[in-house]
């Protein structure tokens, strides 16, 4: 039987299977970031879901472990500075998108001084660090269909939905905790007041569906256990690619990922070239031919056999090696071999994950802004920045019910092609006598926009299918891979096609799991699981083009190939009668990600990062063409996944504070730059 409430402790609905249909315009897939309200539970404000009666509270992590407990108030902190305090003549700055990188910087620029305005064109906090929730007694589940970003009739973009069952819809891996704790220093909080992390073990599993034996592979920190799993020889080559990408790790974020600025300098290049060397010669020359040379000599050595105790080949140890490239829109056969960094993360620094969910962080992010003096405006759509009379700089934004609200700082968190394409005037555009609420320029037709640029490169897009099951499933750990490596060519065929557009779902193919069960038992009512697997596939095409809004059914028939391919391998890896288990399911599908967030494409991982969308080829902190406006977010530099966006966001931050007068090099700025931290300070 499911749980009580987390809120009001009032009894839950009672569980009831629900079918796998697909969807549909009418009644398509929700996405919620509120907590379960069965039967008797208060009325709920619309954002975080705490009883409308309430003050407003910010849940830490512990308040949602099992058992239940009533919401924890944040924690105590002097009296925040509030809008009507600020000086009348403080800059003002507008963020437009309160996703993770919105969030931060709005907090970091109203402790700045700022009079900070965040607009949210959905109703909840936190962009794509969301969650969804099912066996809430929904009846017929139902799936993603397409339509246009935004409009809150369309069904892709629906945000209803309750139940027991909690699952991660957006990022599910916390990595690089460093600089959530940095982030959270310079907003003058320790990150423990906040999140309950836990430590996942093993750090994932993977599965493969060659002809070798199947037992799956467990990746964890622990050296016995993994030199016993390899075998020596393999197990000697792991150590060799694993060094070489903590030097890949070491150098390259350093220099290019965490630095502001131009990357790499001239005390730096020795290391530069050390990573060169550690990765065969060019960094930038593709990774799964490096990893081919790192592991030759496996397979001669009995790697499938007893040396390896059964488990490992080379393919199996190139396969586990560069799965996730996937989370940077790349695949191995064309991804620089610096990204075998990726690898280093997990195993150097290993994998966590906050009790209640990774929303959680978006949920304190939202509650320290609203501390700093952030006014916060949900469901509140912006149709364009407006340019100046002299094209040079914006002077405000326009909102869909024809609001025009200045600003002396415009910082966007909109996914780039979407703001380029939908937000950002073109060239030239000009706004006579700075007055967009003169009757003559209101009724005169909309400015241009930029439009969409050619020759970009997009991450895959994702079909995500939610299970809640009556039994918890040993054969999954926290993070499960299941890869293809039945062949080499079967293994380039999986990653072909998905970072095109058409929707293209590969046979056989590969995808990965998340079943935090394991590691938080709230997220499932006791005995039961909640189980989420991601599986890419092409994304969606630009607007305007063949394949921008495939029909409904399209969409439906590819969410039912999808859930097929998952089941099947489900039951080989020995997880049988896995379908009869499923009380409540739903699915997502590219189209949901652009309707709901506005991605270009629906590419739930932003643009991609090849070689000449890296670094300093990636969108920087500042605008091209308007002075004033700034850029945060997955598609902007560093790149995407929540640590890179919260480094992007201090970037931008700091340089925002650099280029405007009335904003102090203090609070979380003058962390950035150097100045004392919460801890520093005590």
């Known amino acids: 039987m499911p749980g009580p409430c987390f809120v009001c402790a009032a009894p839950a609905t009672s569980l009831r299977r629900t079918s796998f249909t697909g969807g549909d315009a009418a ?3 929700a996405i919620v970031t509120h907590l379960p309200r069965p039967t008797g539970c208060p009325a709920r404000s619309p954002r975080w879901g705490r009883p409308a009666s309430a003050a ?10 099992s058992p239940p407990q009533p919401p924890v108030e944040a924690p105590d902190t002097p009296p925040p500075p509030t809008p009507s305090s600020a000086a009348s003549d403080a800059p003002t700055v507008i963020v437009v998108g309160a996703g993770v990188g919105g969030l931060s910087v709005a907090a970091r620029l109203a402790r700045a001084g700022g009079r900070v305005t965040l607009l949210e064109q959905t109703d909840t906090l936190g962009g794509r660090l969301c969650e969804t929730r099912l066996g809430g007694g929904e009846g017929t589940m139902a799936g993603s269909a397409g339509g246009a970003v935004a409009v809150a009739a369309d069904g892709a973009a629906d945000t209803s939905g309750v139940g027991p069952f909690r699952f991660e819809l957006g990022p599910s891996l916390y990595l690089l905790p460093e600089i959530y704790e940095r982030t959270f220093d310079q907003l ?4 423990s007041d906040w999140l309950d992390l836990r430590r996942v073990d093993p750090n994932y599993t993977v599965y493969f569906d060659d002809d070798a034996p199947r037992e799956p592979l467990l990746v964890t920190a622990n050296v016995e256990e993994m030199a016993a799993s390899l075998g020596s020889t393999a197990y000697k080559k792991w150590l060799a690619f694993l060094t070489s990408a903590n030097v890949a790790f070491e150098v390259g974020f350093r220099s290019f990922v965490d630095r502001r600025g131009f990357p790499g300098r001239l005390g730096e290049v020795p290391d530069l070239l050390r990573m060169c060397f550690a ?7 593709p990774m799964d031919g490096w990893l081919q040379s790192v592991f030759r000599g496996v397979d001669k050595a009995g790697g499938a056999g007893t ?5 490992v080949t080379e393919e199996r140890l190139r396969a586990m090696s560069s799965f996730q490239n996937l989370y940077v829109g790349l695949s191995p056969y064309s991804s620089p071999a610096t990204f075998a960094l990726l690898s280093s993360l997990e195993a150097k620094q290993g994998v966590f994950y906050p009790v209640g969910g990774m929303v959680r962080v978006a949920e304190a992010l939202a509650t320290i802004a609203e501390r700093s003096g952030v006014t916060t405006r949900t469901s509140t759509r912006v149709t364009a920045v407006v340019p100046s009379s002299d094209g040079t700089t914006a002077i405000g934004v326009m909102l869909s019910d024809g ?16 703001a380029e394409a939908s937000l950002l005037p073109a060239a030239g555009s000009v706004t006579p006598n700075n007055d967009p609420t003169d009757p003559l320029v209101a009724s005169s037709p909309p400015l241009p926009n930029r439009g969409i640029k050619a020759g970009r490169r997009y991450s895959s897009g994702v079909v995500s299918l939610l299970f809640a099951t009556d ?3 040993p054969q999954l750990s926290h993070h499960t891979i299941f890869a293809v490596t039945s062949s080499a060519e079967a293994r380039r065929g999986a990653w072909e096609g998905i970072f095109e557009p058409g929707l293209h779902l590969p046979s056989p193919c590969n995808f990965y799991v998340h079943a935090p069960v394991r590691t938080d038992p709230s997220a499932a009512p006791p005995g039961g699981d909640a189980i989420m697997v991601l599986v890419p596939v092409g994304h969606l095409a630009d607007d305007g083009e063949e394949g921008a809004a495939p029909p409904a059914a399209a969409l439906r028939e590819l969410e039912a190939r999808a859930r097929a391919a998952v089941v099947d391998r489900f039951e080989a890896a020995g997880m049988t009668g896995f379908a009869d288990s499923i009380v409540s399911e739903r699915a997502f599908t590219p189209a949901m990600w652009r309707a709901r967030y506005g991605l270009a494409r629906g ?4 643009l991609a990062h090849d070689a000449l969308q890296l670094s300093l080829f990636r969108q920087g902190p500042r605008d091209a063409k308007l002075t004033n406006v700034y850029h945060v977010g997955a598609s902007a530099r560093p790149g995407n996944g929540v640590p890179l966006v919260l480094i992007g966001a201090e970037h931008v931050a700091a340089t925002v504070v650099e280029r405007t007068p009335g904003l102090a090099e203090g609070g979380a700025v003058a962390a950035a730059a150097g100045g004392p931290t919460q801890s520093e300070r005590q």
């Open 27 to 29: 009644g398509a897939a």
């Open 56 to 65: 407003p509270t910010a849940i830490r992590a512990s308040a949602l472990s």
């Open 188 to 191: 003058g909080e320790r990150l």
């Open 279 to 285: 990765l065969g010669g060019n960094p930038l020359a």
């Open 307 to 311: 040396d390896g105790a059964g488990v």
């Open 403 to 418: 609001t025009f609200l200045p600003a002396d700082v415009v910082v966007s968190n909109v996914d780039l092609p979407t």
């Open 471 to 473: 039994r918890v499933w």
């Open 603 to 606: 590419a739930a991982f932003g």
